[in-house]
T-cell receptor
């Protein structure tokens, strides 16, 4: 069964510094997709970045990059040049199957950016 | 519509009553997901619909929970005989087969008193 784990309940980072949020996953399916979402205190779910299991290069979207280490089954989110507005809950998610299949979420990491 | 729409945004109900939560996905999205998020917790998968395939109901916590979707349109999540532990935000999301990420609605905050 697919499983996704975020081991950091909370993280602090100084404004303008980089931060890495950890995510590990477990699946026996060779085809899968990995996602990161941001949930501010307002409650909306904001899609940040996607990595497919066959993608050769790490995904990047602006200040967000995904450090994909397939052999270690990890998909860490790196946020560069943190901003106060980055303070939020961050969820890692996985889908078995690249485009079809249920989407399972980790427990989340609460990121606080300090001025 | 432009985004995923959920209604009502807030629902307060008495213990033991039935409730229906509605989700209107983005037009053309074949996949639809329901999640439960308790206060300060992660997203708990409930059910997944993909087109006309049989839904994946593996996350429904009890037989009090059920969901329906007609084709690729609106979905309804029904909770029968509500309990206080059902209090949570219920989130709906949809996605297409051409773009993998799921787009979320604003959620329905359910409070059982």
């Amino acid at each position: 069964a697919q499983k996704i784990t975020q081991t950091q309940p909370g993280m602090f980072v100084q404004e303008k510094e980089a931060v890495t949020l950890d995510c590990t996953y477990d699946t026996s399916d060779p085809s899968y997709g990995l996602f990161w979402y941001k949930q501010p205190s307002s409650g909306e779910m904001i899609f940040l970045i996607y990595q497919g299991s066959y993608d050769q290069q790490n995904a990047t979207e602006g200040r967000y990059s995904l450090n994909f280490q397939k052999a270690r089954k990890s998909a860490n989110l790196v946020i560069s040049a943190s901003q106060l507005g980055d303070s939020a809950m961050y969820f890692c998610a996985m889908r078995e199957g690249l485009l079809r299949g249920k989407l399972i979420f980790g427990q989340g990491t609460e990121l606080s950016v300090k001025p | 519509g432009a985004g995923v729409s959920q209604s009502p945004s807030n629902k307060v109900t008495e213990k033991g009553k039935d409730v229906e939560l509605r989700c209107d996905p983005i037009s053309g999205h074949t996949a639809l997901y329901w999640y439960r998020q308790r206060l300060g917790q992660g997203l708990e998968f409930l059910i997944y619909f993909q087109g006309n395939s049989a839904p994946d109901k593996s996350g429904l916590p009890s037989d009090r929970f059920s969901a329906e979707r007609t084709g690729e349109s609106v979905s309804t999540l029904t909770i029968q005989r509500t309990q206080q532990e059902d209090s949570a935000v219920y989130l709906c999301a949809s996605s297409s087969l051409s773009i993998g990420e799921a787009f979320f609605g604003q959620g329905t905050r359910l409070t059982v008193v």
